[in-house]
């Protein structure tokens, strides 16, 4: 018998680790992908209302 690490414990480390790495991997994306959805979000709330939605300030501007 190998005195080595058991290959059930390794097995449970890797998965461990593949875990963490999926979790930041998934944080990562949703702080890249959120603001981009709220400002698609935001522009359409706009125009839906008959607004003009400002680029340069992010606010919608309503005719007067």
Do not use: W, Y
Request: charged share 20%; glycine share 6%; with cysteine.
């Amino acid at each position: 018998m190998d005195p080595g690490i058991s290959p059930h414990f390794r097995r449970e480390a890797v998965l461990m680790l593949l875990f963490a790495v999926a979790a930041l991997v998934v944080g990562v994306l949703a702080a890249l992908v959120v603001p981009e959805v709220r400002e698609f979000f935001a522009q359409d709330r706009c125009l839906d209302r008959g607004g003009a939605f400002n680029q340069v300030t992010h606010r919608c501007e309503m005719p007067k």
